[in-house]
């Protein structure tokens, strides 16, 4: 938590912030659901090739 809040806020956290937070994850419940991905066909001649990202 205290690295997290370090590279991505910039700020310390107090050691009461820190088990403030963490007390709030671990009273979150639930199923987190379920990510599938697609199974795209396979590649041929006509499939169109990536193009890159501009500048």
Do not use: H
């Not at 199974?39 to 169109?48: E, H, M, Q, V």
């Amino acid at each position: 938590m205290n690295t997290m809040a370090e590279i991505q806020l910039g700020q310390e956290l107090t050691a009461a912030e820190t088990k403030e937070m963490v007390a709030f994850l671990k009273s979150l419940t639930g199923e987190q659901p379920q990510i599938v991905l697609p199974i795209l066909p396979p590649s041929n001649a006509n499939t169109p090739r990536p193009v890159p990202f501009a500048d």
